[in-house]
């Protein structure tokens, strides 16, 4: 196995990266000991982060060679926004609605054009100049985010075609919400059952034709391990941002939607560029596209329901103006670039453009209106 990133590829000794474990502690007791020096508890619990994604990433790199591509890509989809989840859930109890969404609309714009514009720039980079991938499993994701986008579309086209008249957006949120879960399970069945072909790979992948060195019960207890400190570190992540991102002279949505979202992506990020390093880009596409097909079909629908138990007052799915062109744009790029089933290092030069791009916007833009 090559040594990447933050991929746990030497098996016999720590990456350095492993050495930012350290952090972990630090960031524990710099909560307790000293929680007003928020910009030093930002930043340890953020380099804490790195390591405990590549852990997750080896161990899904593991298991993926013993399921195929896709299960592979969405267990780590799944582990992966399992931090995502918990620190929504924790901003839902305190009624910071726009801070969820910010959070839910930068994952799918940070999957989709950081993370997959990353994995294409560096396997195109170390590999081959042209990479391939199963083009029908890549567009039928690709249909997947079109469809999220139309519903996370609507509410807020809804709401400001009626303006004032408008009546409230919860039932329409929470009928909303039901349909995208249960497109969700079919696609499950789909990538998982009647058409699993799709999703397991469309050739060998460089340097992985070797049996797992972890059996199956190590690489899901370390998965596991990983997810409970991950969860852990964002928890305290998220209780220094407002702080750290008025030391910063950061708006909060732009914290939220790139800042915590490249953080909360960590694992994904480390997983699909260690791939893409090894020829692997379906394994890649199935995390980056996956990931941002789970939050938008599962994670955001499921917290608008779960909102009416934990949350002051109920969730809708009205984003604001910004958030919905940044995830719209970006689902329509992610359209042209995984169509065709190749990928090449232009192609993550040109996505990793455009998220550049947004965060330039969203950089130099005041405060958005929360619709």
Do not use: C
């Not at 620190?87 to 930068?106: M, N, P, T």
């Amino acid at each position: 196995m090559h040594q990447v990133g933050t991929s746990v590829s030497a098996k016999n000794r720590p990456g350095v990266l492993h050495w930012f474990l350290a952090f972990a502690p630090l960031a524990v007791a710099l909560e307790h000991l000293v929680p007003e020096r928020s910009l030093w508890v930002f930043l340890a619990a953020a380099l804490a982060i790195i390591p405990l994604a590549g852990w997750m990433g080896r161990a899904t790199e593991e298991l993926a060679v013993h399921t195929g591509e896709g299960v592979g890509g969405l267990l780590n989809a799944t582990f992966g926004n399992a931090a995502e989840l918990i620190i929504a859930i924790a901003a839902l109890r305190a009624g910071l609605y726009e801070v969820v969404k910010a959070s839910i609309a930068g994952s799918i714009v940070g999957n989709i054009l950081l993370v997959l514009g990353a994995a294409m720039l560096a396997g195109g980079l170390r590999n081959r100049p042209e990479q391939h991938f199963n083009a029908a499993g890549a567009r039928s994701q690709a249909t997947m985010m079109t469809l999220a986008t139309i519903a996370l579309v609507l509410p807020a086209a809804f709401h400001r075609a009626l303006g004032a008249g408008a009546p409230p957006l919860a039932s329409l949120s929470v009928w909303i919400s039901v349909v995208l879960l249960a497109v969700y399970g079919a696609n499950l069945v789909f990538s998982l059952g009647t058409h699993r072909a799709l999703f397991a790979g469309s050739q060998p992948a460089e340097g992985t034709e070797h049996a797992a060195s972890w059996s199956v019960r190590r690489a899901a207890l370390v998965l596991a391990v990983a997810t409970v400190a991950i969860a852990w570190m964002s928890e305290i992540l998220v209780g220094a941002i407002e702080p750290a991102a008025e030391a910063l002279a950061l708006t909060d949505v732009f914290v939220g939607v790139f800042v915590v979202a490249i953080l909360g992506n960590a694992a994904e990020h480390a997983t699909a560029v260690t791939a893409a390093l090894k020829g692997r880009m379906d394994l890649s596409l199935s995390i980056a596209i996956g990931s941002s097909v789970q939050v938008a079909l599962f994670v955001a629908p499921f917290l608008v329901l779960l909102s009416y138990a934990i949350a002051p007052a109920p969730m809708d799915l009205a984003f604001s103006g910004g958030l919905v062109l940044a995830v719209l744009l970006s689902v329509l790029i992610l359209g042209q670039v995984a169509g065709d089933g190749r990928s090449d290092w232009l192609k993550g030069v040109q996505l990793l453009a455009v998220y550049v791009i947004l965060g330039l916007a969203f950089f130099f833009a005041p405060a958005l209106p929360p619709r």
